[in-house]
């Protein structure tokens, strides 16, 4: 739910057409399609990517600066999952937006326009803003997640502690 109001949120900014998140997993080099403003029909997230579809993703999380596709047909990169092979042939531009900082990677946002979209200097530099307060955003609650976990699992070993205490 969080995910798909962010990609809405960011669609929306930015007037694209439609837009996905890929949370990529640098462990394993995989990429997985978390959620989309596109109605795809049978589909549960997430979705694991092939490895030529997530080089993009991978190339941009890598060098932590969001990338502009001004002309999607000519570009000999991919743009769209399997997913989203229908509009292929629609999409002209596109802008993708590393989800990222220093020691944190969640992944990327691509934004689609089906008619050709340019940024300024400005807007980039506002893109790349953008992208570093998300990233923090969704690392705080992956870290306020981690600690309710190790909290619940820290309780669960007092409870059994105090169980064996009691049965001594």
């Given amino acids: 739910e969080a995910h798909y ?3 809405s949120y960011l669609t929306n900014l930015f007037i694209a057409d439609y837009a996905y998140l890929v949370r990529w997993d ?25 490895p030529e579809e997530a080089n993009t993703i991978e190339t941009v ?7 502009v596709i001004k002309d999607v ?9 399997s997913p989203f092979k ?20 969640f992944g990327a946002v691509t934004l689609a326009f089906d008619s050709p979209r340019s940024f300024t200097p400005e807007e980039l ?8 307060q998300i990233a923090i955003a969704l690392r705080t609650v992956q870290q306020q997640l981690e600690i309710e976990t ?18 001594e």
């Fill in 5 to 7: 109001r962010l990609v």
């Fill in 26 to 50: 640098d462990a394993n080099r995989q990429a997985f399609l978390m959620t989309s403003t596109k109605a795809l029909e049978n589909t549960s997230f997430p979705i694991p990517l092939k």
């Fill in 61 to 67: 999380v890598h060098s932590g600066h969001s990338m």
């Fill in 73 to 81: 047909q000519e570009s000999n990169y991919i743009i769209n999952p």
């Fill in 86 to 105: 229908e509009f292929s042939h629609r999409k002209k531009s596109a802008l993708i937006i590393p989800l990222t900082t220093k020691d944190y990677c």
């Fill in 125 to 132: 530099a506002y893109v790349e803003l953008a992208s570093n």
């Fill in 150 to 167: 190790q909290f619940k699992e820290a309780k669960a070993l007092a409870n059994i502690e105090r169980a064996l205490s009691e049965s």
